[in-house]
């Protein structure tokens, strides 16, 4: 039975303050017919100057992809493509088509994209299948923004993505009006040396760009090398953010050679990238004395020591648009806090200067003694090939294997419980990450085959906000209560932490998702605590939010920090740890290691 017409959704589908177009946000709608999809194609018909599309957190599948692609062909001066969390719940084999066939519509229309966004959706490079014709074709010719964030790409997909738009590049040239491409955003994607590779050629050919931002993609120096040379090559850059990949001085002797190119610079972001003091060196030697437009750079967590940190701070003294300048996680030592903090001052920049809340003390000597027999640690690594690296990656979660089987022949009852927890954590993270790391084949994760529910929320990697808030479950809650019921007693406290983690991701901007996340932090505590696992659970924590330094030196928090650690003083603001915990867990939160 077809849909009835409901006159009502479909004016709020065709409002928008900046623009005609058709904004169907967060509904949760499953399409997966043309009749269940009736309101939405009606809403396309009835736009007359229909500029956008925007359909985030609903999900679609294949026949109900083709019935508005049908009406997406009356529609030439379509512009912006916003289909971001698209598909939840879909088969791998229906996203494809879906998205083809979406592409089709907007190609025989003749439309003109300026803005494609797919992002928060499960692609992998069988997705990546569906966009290429798109991508391709004269209709991408004037694109200027692509958005690929979080969608398991995988090296295969990335370098299918970068095929497919130095072919329509190719096609823009030939009829006089190239491709000119300002923004590429394409964070967790498991792109790695080969696909960053792959984008970099892509992104010299184009030489347009003014924003790239390719955070957490298992990046190394061969692949930041190649990002660098591609940089130069498109000078009128203003947004660099390649946080939580391993660019290291090798790295960043790269970068600091293609930066005196780049001086439109307005971002620079590479935290958490392992640069350490001679990386940093080099950075700050690269900016110091131009790049006077610079208003956000963001060095956290590299394990920068004294030499390093002066050498950025004082590349600051002219920057005076500057309004952000985050140093934290390094390690300067208390002095060299002190010292950093008066130069801010001096150079009239603590406005602009994040406190050093989490500093690991200065560990400069350590690192000297490593360049003495060498080279440093990551210099070694960064040695082997590739295949090397990915091993290293799999292994990246927080606890080494070796060292763990050491530990298991500990005689104490409580070291051996909460190895076998430790264990069974690195093997979720280890599962997890199987699913969006597998590029052999042209596959997609099986987590997003799963309808929209709490089981499927809990499966999924890193869930979108538009997952959380589609959860047909009135009392949140206890659907995550009921479900984590289920599990068995050795493997609760693993998939508890892990579901605080991705409600806590969400906490900032959503109250329910805190909700969620205090309530599931009182549970772990009372289990850990009858099962003799606090230790376990409170280190977890800990090295999660990027407060407690792992013994796998390539470990790196995976979720939004700062969003975590929020929730974390919301769930201790409520005293669901023991006094004890609760004690430990403000030190370390409060800055007072």
Same mark, same amino acid.
């Given at each position: 039975?077809?849909?009835?017409?409901?006159?009502?959704?479909?004016?709020?589908?065709?409002?928008?303050?900046?623009?005609?177009?058709?904004?169907?946000?967060?509904?949760?709608?499953?399409?997966?017919?043309?009749?269940?999809?009736?309101?939405?194609?009606?809403?396309?018909?009835?736009?007359?100057?229909?500029?956008? /599309?925007? =359909?985030?957190?609903?999900? !679609? %599948?294949? #026949?109900?992809?083709?019935?508005? @692609? &049908? +009406? *997406?062909?009356?529609?030439?001066?379509?512009?912006?493509?916003?289909?971001?969390?698209?598909?939840?719940?879909?088969?791998?084999?229906?996203?494809?088509?879906?998205?083809?066939?979406?592409?089709?519509?907007?190609?025989?229309?003749?439309?003109?994209?300026?803005?494609?966004?797919?992002?928060?959706?499960?692609?992998?490079?069988?997705?990546?299948?569906?966009?290429?014709?798109?991508?391709?074709?004269?209709?991408?010719?004037?694109?200027?923004? /692509?958005? =690929?964030?979080?969608?398991? !790409? %995988?090296? #295969?997909?990335?370098?299918?993505? @970068? &095929? +497919? *738009?130095?072919?329509?590049?190719?096609?823009?040239?030939?009829?006089?009006?190239?491709?000119?491409?300002?923004?590429?955003?394409?964070?967790?994607?498991?792109?790695?040396?080969?696909?960053?590779?792959?984008?970099?050629?892509?992104?010299?050919?184009?030489?347009?760009?003014?924003?790239?931002?390719?955070?957490?993609?298992?990046?190394?120096?061969?692949?930041?090398?190649?990002?660098?040379?591609?940089?130069?090559?498109?000078?009128?850059?203003?947004?660099?953010?390649?946080?939580?990949?391993?660019?290291?001085?090798?790295?960043?002797?790269?970068?600091?050679?293609?930066?005196?190119?780049?001086?439109?610079?307005?971002?620079?972001?590479?935290?958490?990238?392992?640069?350490?003091?001679?990386?940093?060196?080099?950075?700050?030697?690269?900016?110091?004395?131009?790049?006077?437009?610079?208003?956000?750079?963001?060095?956290?967590?590299?394990?920068?020591?004294?030499?390093?940190?002066?050498?950025?701070?004082?590349?600051?003294?002219?920057?005076?648009?500057?309004?952000?300048?985050?140093?934290?996680?390094?390690?300067?030592?208390?002095?060299?806090?002190?010292?950093?903090?008066?130069?801010?001052?001096?150079?009239?920049?603590?406005?602009?200067?994040?406190?050093?809340?989490?500093?690991?003390?200065?560990?400069?000597?350590?690192?000297?003694?490593?360049?003495?027999?060498?080279?440093?640690?990551?210099?070694?690594?960064?040695?082997?090939?590739?295949?090397?690296?990915?091993?290293?990656?799999?292994?990246?979660?927080?606890?080494?294997?070796?060292?763990?089987?050491?530990?298991?022949?500990?005689?104490?009852?409580?070291?051996?419980?909460?190895?076998?927890?430790?264990?069974?954590?690195?093997?979720?993270?280890?599962?997890?990450?199987?699913?969006?790391?597998?590029?052999?084949?042209?596959?997609?994760?099986?987590?997003?085959?799963?309808?929209?529910?709490?089981?499927?929320?809990?499966?999924?990697?890193?869930?979108?906000?538009?997952?959380?808030?589609?959860?047909?479950?009135?009392?949140?809650?206890?659907?995550?209560?009921?479900?984590?019921?289920?599990?068995?007693?050795?493997?609760?406290?693993?998939?508890?932490?892990?579901?605080?983690?991705?409600?806590?991701?969400?906490?900032?901007?959503?109250?329910?998702?805190?909700?969620?996340?205090?309530?599931?932090?009182?549970?772990?505590?009372?289990?850990?605590?009858?099962?003799?696992?606090?230790?376990?659970?409170?280190?977890?924590?800990?090295?999660?939010?990027?407060?407690?330094?792992?013994?796998?030196?390539?470990?790196?928090?995976?979720?939004?920090?700062?969003?975590?650690?929020?929730?974390?003083?919301?769930?201790?603001?409520?005293?669901?740890?023991?006094?004890?915990?609760?004690?430990?867990?403000?030190?370390?939160?409060?800055?007072?290691?």
């Amino acid at each position: 039975m077809a849909a009835s017409f409901d006159l009502g959704a479909i004016t709020n589908a065709l409002s928008d303050l900046d623009q005609n177009g058709v904004k169907w946000v967060g509904k949760a709608s499953k399409w997966g017919t043309v009749a269940e999809a009736q309101e939405l194609i009606d809403a396309i018909a009835a736009c007359t100057d229909m500029r956008f /599309l925007n =359909l985030e957190g609903n999900t !679609l %599948g294949v #026949e109900a992809a083709k019935g508005i @692609a &049908k +009406a *997406l062909e009356k529609h030439p001066e379509l512009q912006r493509a916003l289909w971001k969390d698209l598909f939840t719940g879909r088969m791998k084999e229906e996203i494809p088509i879906a998205l083809k066939a979406l592409g089709q519509g907007i190609i025989t229309a003749g439309a003109k994209l300026t803005v494609l966004d797919c992002s928060d959706n499960a692609l992998g490079p069988n997705g990546m299948v569906g966009l290429v014709d798109l991508l391709k074709s004269s209709t991408c010719h004037t694109l200027q923004e /692509l958005k =690929l964030n979080n969608c398991g !790409l %995988g090296i #295969e997909g990335g370098t299918m993505l @970068a &095929k +497919a *738009l130095l072919e329509g590049h190719a096609g823009s040239l030939r009829v006089g009006k190239p491709l000119s491409l300002k923004v590429f955003i394409a964070g967790r994607n498991r792109l790695e040396n080969a696909g960053a590779k792959a984008l970099s050629e892509m992104f010299a050919t184009v030489g347009t760009l003014e924003q790239i931002e390719m955070p957490q993609n298992g990046i190394y120096h061969p692949g930041i090398t190649a990002l660098s040379e591609a940089f130069k090559e498109n000078v009128n850059l203003k947004i660099i953010n390649l946080n939580d990949n391993t660019i290291g001085p090798r790295g960043a002797a790269a970068l600091a050679e293609a930066l005196p190119a780049l001086q439109q610079l307005r971002e620079i972001n590479f935290g958490d990238c392992l640069l350490k003091t001679n990386g940093a060196t080099l950075i700050g030697e690269a900016i110091h004395e131009s790049h006077l437009e610079l208003e956000v750079l963001d060095f956290g967590f590299n394990e920068i020591g004294p030499d390093g940190g002066f050498a950025l701070v004082n590349a600051t003294a002219n920057k005076d648009r500057l309004r952000s300048i985050v140093l934290n996680g390094n390690s300067f030592g208390d002095e060299c806090c002190e010292q950093i903090e008066e130069l801010m001052h001096d150079y009239g920049r603590i406005e602009a200067f994040a406190k050093l809340d989490d500093d690991g003390g200065d560990n400069e000597d350590a690192e000297e003694e490593a360049s003495e027999d060498g080279g440093s640690e990551e210099d070694e690594e960064n040695e082997t090939d590739e295949d090397d690296e990915e091993t290293e990656d799999e292994t990246a979660e927080g606890y080494d294997e070796e060292q763990r089987q050491q530990r298991a022949s500990d005689t104490e009852v409580e070291e051996d419980t909460e190895e076998a927890l430790l264990v069974r954590m690195k093997e979720h993270m280890m599962a997890l990450a199987t699913n969006n790391n597998d590029t052999s084949t042209v596959s997609i994760d099986l987590d997003a085959t799963l309808p929209n529910t709490v089981d499927s929320f809990c499966r999924v990697h890193y869930p979108p906000e538009t997952m959380f808030l589609g959860l047909p479950d009135a009392d949140k809650v206890a659907a995550f209560r009921e479900y984590l019921s289920t599990v068995p007693q050795p493997d609760y406290l693993v998939h508890v932490a892990f579901t605080i983690l991705k409600c806590s991701e969400l906490a900032e901007r959503n109250p329910e998702a805190l909700s969620v996340a205090v309530a599931l932090y009182q549970d772990a505590f009372k289990f850990a605590q009858a099962n003799r696992r606090l230790k376990s659970l409170r280190n977890f924590v800990l090295i999660q939010l990027g407060l407690l330094k792992c013994e796998d030196r390539s470990f790196k928090p995976s979720y939004n920090v700062q969003s975590c650690r929020y929730a974390l003083r919301a769930a201790l603001q409520q005293m669901v740890a023991p006094e004890d915990e609760n004690l430990i867990f403000s030190t370390f939160l409060d800055g007072g290691r």
